[in-house]
């Protein structure tokens, strides 16, 4: 795997040689952590009350419009993270401000999905009326617990060049789903308006 040299000065931890890699304890913290905000988003979500609605927007027609908006919103934010991280990791031309790019656009997605979670979790619950919505539910906690640990992991040192990749790869996998089976069925359904 080639790694932009630069990668370590625009934010990006850089690959450790073989001798100075940390025991795989370490990464251990990380998981506990995405398991724990999984759980603890599931676990919400199952034993609140839904309130049917949590928020809603001027020229929106209904709270699921604006979910579906802001979640695709955060889609398009989560697809200029994969492009800018390829850039980054030299696998695609890019320019010097990629790594600005990948870090301002992953903020952005997450901004706009917190409103999102939150429409879910307050207004909706943890449901598992359908195949759809279950998987909805799941993936969307686990969606936020492994963002969680994507986080802690890039405050690491001597990660192996592997793990950012992979985690940021998943993260972003898992998130398209929950995109699938909630905005991208509410167009499909109801029609792509406001």
């Known amino acids: ?29 990380p998981a506990l952590v995405a398991a ?23 020229g929106f027609s209904s709270t699921g419009a604006v979910k579906s908006w802001l979640a695709t919103a955060a889609f398009a934010f989560a697809l200029v993270q994969v492009v800018s991280a390829l850039m980054v990791y030299g696998r695609l031309p890019g320019p010097g401000w990629s790594g600005a790019l990948h870090r301002w656009s992953g903020r952005a997605a997450f901004l706009v999905s917190v409103p999102v979670a939150v429409h879910c979790l307050y207004a909706l619950g ?52 929950v995109w699938l089976t909630s905005a991208l069925w509410f167009f499909r359904t109801f029609g792509v308006t406001t």
């Open 1 to 29: 795997m080639t790694v932009d040299p630069n990668a370590a000065t625009q934010g990006f931890p850089t690959p450790s040689p073989a001798h100075g890699r940390p025991h795989p304890a370490r990464y251990l913290v």
């Open 126 to 177: 943890y449901q598992t009326y359908e195949t759809r919505v279950l998987w909805h539910s799941l993936l969307g906690c686990f969606f936020f617990g492994a963002f969680s640990a994507k986080m802690l992991l890039l405050r690491s040192e001597r990660l192996p060049s592997w793990l950012l990749p992979i985690v940021g790869g998943l993260v972003f996998a898992v998130f398209t789903i």
């Open 36 to 58: 724990a905000v999984a759980l603890a988003l599931g676990a919400y979500g199952k034993v609140h009350d839904p309130a049917g609605t949590a928020f809603n927007l001027a």
